[in-house]
């Protein structure tokens, strides 16, 4: 458990920072905040003060009421405390979101708030989460600060790239999610310098990855079908992971109402039938296959030609009938060095016991294992928690939005070793 120093400056990414302080503090983690004076007008630091249970600080000649403790120390006795105390005493300082301006500030050593005369005086790992428009991210004077700042050893947080806080806007520079902000300070204070992530992504570069997401529909007549939960978000974040890691990716989309991820072809499809046949045509060039849909394991025998009428029925019985299962017939046809990755949806104490025999038999490299006991979590949720089973080990990752849980999949892959029997070894 760390002292984190959180620096806030003013945009309006700042309400990510509340959220980050309570999956920090929820972490056991003691934050203390710092905020720059514009950054009041998008968070009050009241809402700091509730989540991280310690007063926030402005300026450089206030005077701190904890004198340099974080929560849970004893305030130092004597006077006088250094108003860069804080800094001094933090195992890492984290400024997020870090603007355009602060970003400038950092660059050339300025100290004209506590925040950025903090940054001055810590010798702790500094990380620096940039948060804002995409045309201020992109212009060569931050981008310029930003390299400054790498060349110094700082660790830039990239942003990522969607929808921004101001209204209408899109592009690169949104805030990484408070999820990636608190994993890659717990990687920094592990003795990290922050170019893990790309290491243990960088087995992707060049690779061929078919991926499929969403859930199937199963015609029942002409308007109905038999369906589920599935929203494609896994899938989708998994292939926009390996696409921003530099593979070529094609994404087998069952029923899914969500954007392309930049760089990936994505092919639409309904049933199972569908999903099988597309998959099993795509696969013998796939170096690397996720089965992260959910897909129907029966379906109706046969489905009626127009609108089944409710008129003279009391009950209506409809048969169903096997589907392929499309994950036996990818590993049945698997070729040497190729690596195929199912899913497992289970429910309860018993779910890991049911992945892990799931691994044993299917034939698969490795399964991730979704717990969808906690309806807050994986299907059709922004969120999710998984373990990755792989034949030379598990790796549990916590709960966080689920591009961060795809990152985190794909890593796991390659540090369980899954990805050794990759085709070529470069990796
Ligand atoms: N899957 C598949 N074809 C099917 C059903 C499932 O390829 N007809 C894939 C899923 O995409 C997933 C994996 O198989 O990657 C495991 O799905 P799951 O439903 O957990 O497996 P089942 O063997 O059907 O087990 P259960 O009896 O628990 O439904």
């Not at 004198?67 to 860069?84: D, K, M, T, V």
Request: with cysteine; proline share 5%.
């Amino acid at each position: 458990m760390a002292r984190i120093l959180l620096g806030v400056s003013g945009g309006i990414a700042a309400y990510k920072a509340l959220e980050l302080v309570r999956l920090a503090t929820g972490s056991g983690h003691a934050v203390r905040v710092i905020q720059t004076p514009a950054s009041r007008r998008f968070v009050g630091p009241d809402s700091f003060v509730a989540l991280s249970g310690a007063p926030v600080l402005f300026f450089e000649d206030e005077a701190d009421p904890l004198r340099g403790a974080y929560p849970g120390e004893e305030p130092a006795g004597e006077l006088p405390i250094s108003h860069l105390a804080l800094a001094e005493r933090a195992d890492l300082y984290l400024i997020a979101p870090a603007t355009a301006n602060t970003i400038a500030k950092l660059a050339h050593g300025f100290a004209d708030n506590l925040l950025t005369a903090a940054a001055l005086a810590c010798r702790a790992p500094l990380l620096v989460a940039p948060a804002m428009n995409e045309r201020m991210y992109l212009h060569p004077a931050t981008q310029q600060a930003l390299s400054q700042l790498k060349a110094r050893g700082v660790q830039v947080i990239a942003p990522g790239r969607g929808r921004l806080a101001s209204r209408g806007e899109e592009g690169w520079g949104r805030l990484a999610e408070p999820g990636e902000l608190l994993a890659r300070c717990e990687q920094a204070l592990a003795g990290g310098d922050g170019h893990e992530h790309e290491r243990s992504l960088a087995w992707l570069r060049g690779r061929r990855v078919l991926v499929s997401a969403g859930g199937t529909r199963e015609p029942i007549d002409a308007v109905r079908f038999l369906g589920n939960r599935s929203s494609g978000r896994m899938g989708y974040a998994l292939a926009g992971a390996a696409s921003r890691a530099g593979a070529e990716v094609m994404l087998v989309s069952a029923n899914a109402q969500l954007p392309a991820p930049a760089g990936v072809r994505v092919l639409a499809v309904q049933s199972a039938a569908d999903l099988e046949r597309e998959m099993i045509a795509a696969s013998p060039s796939a170096d690397l296959i996720m089965m992260a849909a959910a897909v129907a394991d029966f379906r109706p025998r046969e489905p009626a030609d127009g609108k089944i009428k409710r008129a003279g029925r009391k009950r209506l019985t409809i048969e169903l009938e096997r589907t392929g299962d499309i994950l036996a017939q990818l590993v049945g046809a698997r070729r040497a060095g190729q690596l195929i990755v199912g899913f497992a949806a289970e429910h309860g104490e018993a779910g890991i016991l049911e992945a892990r025999r799931k691994l044993k038999e299917k034939g698969v490299d490795a399964i991730v294992y979704n717990d969808i006991a906690d309806p807050t979590l994986g299907f059709d949720a922004e969120e999710n928690a998984v373990t990755v089973l792989a034949h030379e080990g598990e790796r549990r990752l916590a709960r966080a939005p689920k591009p961060t849980i795809a990152e985190g999949i794909l890593t796991a892959l390659h540090e369980l070793g899954a990805t050794r029997q990759l085709a070529d070894t470069s990796a």
